[in-house]
C-alpha cells in the first residue's frame, strides 16, 4: 500500500509545518485527494501559509479533529496553487465535506476571506 493510501476514508490530517528556526507545527486540517495529491485550504494570510512559502517541507499524519494523531509522520512537500488547480482542490473539498464545507464557504464569503489552497504530495 503507498503511503496516501493510509489516508483513505479519513476526515482529518494533521499537517505540520516548520518556523525559521526547525520547530514543527502541527495543525488539523479537512483535506481531500487525487491521484496522491492531498488539497487543503486556509485563510490567505494564515502563518501555516506563510511556513509554507518560506519552507515547503511539511509532515502529514492520520489525526482526529482535535489532532491526536492516528498514525506515523510521513515526510512530504506542499505548495500553494495557481488559481486553475485551487478551483479542483475546492471541487474535492466540497464534495468530500458536503453541507459542513458549504457553511464553511458561506460563512468565509460573509467575511470576505480571502482563501489559500495546499497541494501536498508525499517524498
Known sequence: MSDWQQFKGAKYLSLETF???GMGVPTPVWFAESDGTFYIYSLADSWKV???RNN???RIALCDMRGNLKGEWIEAKAR??????AEIGQQLL????????KI????SGLRSNKRAVI???ID
Open 19 to 21: 518556523k525559521r528556526d
Open 50 to 52: 506563510k511556513r509554507i
Open 56 to 58: 515547503p517541507r511539511v
Open 80 to 85: 500553494i496553487v495557481d488559481a486553475e488547480e
Open 94 to 101: 466540497d464534495k468530500k465535506y458536503g453541507w459542513q464545507k
Open 104 to 107: 464553511a464557504n458561506f460563512l
Open 119 to 121: 497541494a501536498i504530495r
